[in-house]
């Protein structure tokens, strides 16, 4: 236990939604629900039947996609991390110029 006995937490205040962000979050809702009809509106069997090995085919050249570039992110980071953490002053200087480069050209 924390703190002298009966003493309450100070909480921040909860603040109330304002009437524009609830407006705007009910259009957004109306377009999404718009676009999904009309998606699913334009899906016939024929459709499905031509275009949907394709489709499952891109959904997962996608996933192995986004597989491979998480394995390299992870990969460049531990080195770039570990660059830096570095005594070497080649490879200390090397993984500065690195997050220099891209932290600029963001």
């Known amino acids: 236990?924390?703190?002298?006995?009966?003493?309450?937490?100070?909480?921040?205040?909860?603040?109330?939604?304002?009437?524009?962000?609830?407006?705007?979050?009910?259009?957004?809702?109306v377009i999404f629900g718009g676009l999904i009809a009309g998606l699913l509106s334009s899906v016939t069997g024929e459709?499905?039947?031509?275009?949907?090995?394709?489709?499952?085919s891109g959904f997962f050249t996608t996933i192995e996609l986004v597989?491979?570039?998480?394995?390299?992110g992870a990969v460049l980071s531990v080195a770039i991390a570990a660059?830096?953490?570095?005594?070497?002053?080649?490879f200390g200087a090397l993984?500065?110029?690195?997050?220099y480069f891209f932290r600029v050209r963001r």
């Not at 459709?47 to 499952?56: A, D, S």
């Not at 993984?95 to 997050?99: H, L």
């Open 95 to 99: 993984a500065y110029a690195y997050s």
């Open 67 to 72: 597989a491979f570039s998480i394995l390299i």
């Open 1 to 29: 236990m924390t703190g002298a006995a009966g003493s309450t937490a100070v909480h921040p205040p909860v603040t109330r939604p304002s009437l524009t962000g609830i407006i705007l979050i009910c259009i957004w809702l």
């Open 83 to 90: 660059g830096r953490l570095s005594q070497n002053p080649f």
């Open 47 to 56: 459709r499905l039947g031509r275009y949907g090995p394709l489709i499952v």
